[in-house]
């Protein structure tokens, strides 16, 4: 299939418009006219190879929404004109342990992803959502309620789930204390399911700026901590902390937060190793737990939930010509709260 | 009570006998004969300051079993002769919501330790069980099946409930796989409390001349861990592991032994903090949680399971006199697997 798409021909480029072929539909594909693609700032880490060797012409892009254009011969889950979403990974093993709990974010013989990287035939590379159109087994995406802002559901696709799926695991609901750590394009998803899941929410940012957003998004409680001793005041306060934030910090003041059985969950990747001290996990029996996205059937569950919440990203939705900048803005924490290009304009 | 005990005068001198007052006896107290007291790594840590700023002349001891010998006036739940277990805490506030759900070791406004400490009068100094007797509040000790062995019965009230807390928090059974990180005081007993839950058990341990003891206690395997590599070979290959060293290690390679939604529990407390690399958690959603000790109603608990399935602790029962010697070998792991004081030689 044809295709246009904005590609990084080499880690230090601009991206630059790229013609090229996708391959062809297969029997069990949906292919899509994209609409929106959200920019995650793993599409940037990847790009400047800030992760290591990449595949280069790279299409980055794995928040992506648009309309079924065409199905193969034997899908059965989507039909032409459906809205439809793609999100971190378009296939895995299928046979695994995690793939059979549909946990496929977890393939033990490792998840494919929606760009740079080869698809599971070893050959074929995959090209991801800065671009008009895809192809995608229909297994692996999901569809899209008819009631949100397309836009402002691209970003549901990796920041929404990313979030959404530790909520749920460790048991998000009214009386949960939970505190979000940093309010970006992760933590603003945070707030809002962690609200909408009933519990009472405080987020914790270094930005006294966003406190006003942090209360329209549903937050009970706002706590600057651009002075971090304000933390102390806060001990033993929470049952669930969602970390979101990747810079370097004191995980250990964090930990001091979490009430008896307390988790922190660590979904920011951050470059260097936490140093935890021991004690602050043997007393109140807490823990430091780790969560990566999540799987098909937790996505679909999650766009169910938005659909039924009236919850999407609060996005800057911006044309192809500006995604450069949109990087450098991206990197500098200045975005409310994600940037979604408008795939009419690749 | 007139008492006598194996006193630490100081932090460098050898413990020597001691004659001394306990405090009266209370309507809600027992007072009890002690049979054995088990020497625990923390009387050590106490004795010699590693701990900080100790309480002197002190009398070590919190794995105190022995018989009921008098009750205050307002005690219900023991009479004289029954037999009765004093393990690391001797009070706790009451009131809190730890101490409401009977976690009295995560006691909001912290717990009373057995001795090292004052009692929550703040004036009475508590000495603790390398004693001949001993008083408490009925409320903090339990009793202990007539079908075991009493000195091995000693170290299961510290020892033996900081693992079996863990095991049943995070759900040993039948088809858990498990690790037991270090086979001494505390990885024997999580070996056999495991194996008693139908857990598949590993002895992780870096000497090899324990494997004959590992299997004798109910281990399903035993991997060697002196070429640190061969725990490449084991990679996602448990769901639970309890670290029972408290010396410096790399955790992130038995991070990565934990299968998906994997929980390694840290129960000794190592000097230095852990670097964590959060890629470990991100990686199969695993966790690094703490837990301590036991509260007062699964001590009960862990004892009854203990009579029902014949378990104590290996020991070896020394006098009065040897206590020095056994703390230089318990220093040096050269014990199997933990020494219980005659309290009959003090």
Redesign the interface.
Known sequence: MKSRALAAMSPSASLTRLDFERRDLGPHDVSLEISFTGICHSDIHQVRQEWGPAIFPMVPGHEIVGTVSAVGSKVTKFTIGDLIGVGVFIDSCRTC??CV?G?QQ?C?NGMTGTYNTLERDGKTVAYGGYSNNFIINQDYAVHIPANLSLAGVAPLLCAGITVYSPLK?WGAKPGMRTAVMGLGGLGHMGVKFAHAMGAEVTVLSHSPTKEADALEMGADHFVCTKDIAVLKEHQ?SFDLILNTVSADLDI?LYLDLLA?DG?LV??G??GN????????????????????IGGIPELQEMLDFCGQHQIVSDVEVISADYVDTAYDRTVASDVKYRFVIDASTI
């Not at 935890?276 to 990566?292: D, E, K, Q, Y």
């Open positions: 342990s995690s709990a946990l977890y033990e695991k033993k250990n008896l988790t660590v979904i990747l951050p190793p936490y140093e935890v001290n021991i004690g602050a996990l043997l007393n109140g029996r807490r823990r430091i737990a780790g969560s990566m």
